[in-house]
């Protein structure tokens, strides 16, 4: 791995697959009992907020009950020790990667454990339900708590910030997407426009995965621990 310093990660729904946390597509997928247009979009929300809390609580509640695998302290490893840029840019609304230990992490699509009041903006930790109607703990207002969490329709978060990421990279790395969805499903073009190297790891090869210099198969949990061996270890023994 000569010649890398800043290095892209994006991770989606596969990452936590071995946790236990369901993906979004594919058989058993969230999608598969749910409607898109009836959970994840903000006019779902407006005409059945009731449906759409419980769908977030029951999720968030999920998230007590699982633990980050093996994929996820990985890369907190890498994080930890990668001297160069580094970041991992998650399509997740879970929170396994800070769990794991990573830090230099970002949320596109929001945080199951994030509230954000529709009355004063006010954005604020959140690890209880929200289909109670509690009051904001900022302005006071109650009922106006929604999940922090993009639908479909939303502007993804930090766009600006992981733009300028992939557009030094000088390897992209996708690890448990599907593809499907866009803007991520683009970085590895921008990355690749720029020069970089781009790498997948996935169970089964994604929708853009000719767009991938390399494309590995296989679960996270074993994939993710080889590769960052691979990029750590020639930098053990330079030392
Ligand atoms: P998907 O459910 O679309 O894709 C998950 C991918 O992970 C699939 O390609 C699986 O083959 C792969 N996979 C499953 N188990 C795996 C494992 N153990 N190891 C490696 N790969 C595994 O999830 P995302 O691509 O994350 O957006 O979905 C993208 C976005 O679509 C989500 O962030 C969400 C959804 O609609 C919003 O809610 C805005």
Redesign the pocket.
Known sequence: MQDISNIVILT????S??SGLA????PD?L?EGHR?EDV?TPEAFARDPALVQAFYDARRARLAEVEPNAAHRALARLDAEWPGDLLIVT??VDDLHERAGAKRVRHM?GELTSAWCLDCDARMRWDKDLCDHPNCPQCGVAGRLRPD????GEMPYEMERIDRALMEADLFVSI??????YP?AGFVQTARYRGARALE????P?LGSYHFHESRTG???ELVPAWVEEMLSPLGSAG
Do not use: C, K, P, Y
């Not at 969490?149 to 479909?152: A, D, G, L």
């Open positions: 989606g729904a596969g990452i697959a071995e993906t979004f597509r594919g997928g999608w898109v994840a399509q997740n699509h969490i993009v639908w479909f448990g997407t599907s593809g499907a969805v991520a790891m996935n169970l089964d994604s679960r996270a949990g």
